[in-house]
């Protein structure tokens, strides 16, 4: 996906903030998606919720089987309905929130030694097994590579060392990252 122009990047937020309120308030996905060309490409996508400062939800695909806008949408009301984390959010939570879409690059291998902290999101898969780890989430917690990579096993519920295993996979990926603006 090329880079976004301020007003498409406006236009993410508000459907996803749109999806969000009419998930809360009415518990159903909303319906009215624009048909702007800045939500016809297909990519993986994340929303990520926060209130008061605190992760409150995040629900994302990896591949989009559906168009940007679909995606939004499912993921946006996921997120704050139905990330196993957390209860459903309520409707006296919605002024607090923030909200926080990641567009993602496709996935390609990656050598663990090739891991930049900061520019990769990182996906490990073994068997059936997967974890998916958000570039931004190393920077927030102040992780270097190695445990980068351990706490993107974590996630897929493996040992923690799995990314050495030849038999693991691991993916890279980068996120074009569209957030409101701080209150």
């Known amino acids: 996906m090329q880079s976004l122009s301020e007003t498409d990047r406006k236009s993410i937020l508000e459907l996803a903030r749109q999806a969000v309120v009419e998930a809360v308030l009415r518990r159903k996905l909303l319906e009215e998606i624009p048909k ?72 390609q291998r990656i050598r663990p030694e090739d891991v930049e902290i900061g520019k990769h999101g990182l996906l490990v898969e073994e068997g059936i097994r997967r974890g998916l780890l958000l570039p931004q989430v190393a920077v927030e917690h102040h992780l270097g590579k190695e445990q980068f990579l351990r706490e993107t096993c974590h996630k897929a519920g493996l040992s923690l060392d799995a990314w050495k295993e030849a038999d693991t996979r691991i993916y890279g990926f980068t996120c074009e990252i569209i957030q409101e603006e701080k209150q």
């Open 36 to 107: 702007t060309p800045v939500f016809e490409p297909r990519c993986g996508v994340f929303v990520t919720l926060h209130v008061g400062g605190k992760l409150r939800g995040c629900i994302g695909v990896i591949e989009a089987k559906e168009r940007l806008g679909e995606s939004i949408v499912r993921c946006a009301a996921g997120a704050a309905l139905e990330d196993p984390r957390f209860h459903p959010m309520e409707p006296q939570e919605l002024p607090g929130m923030e909200i926080e879409v990641s567009l993602l690059s496709p996935l």
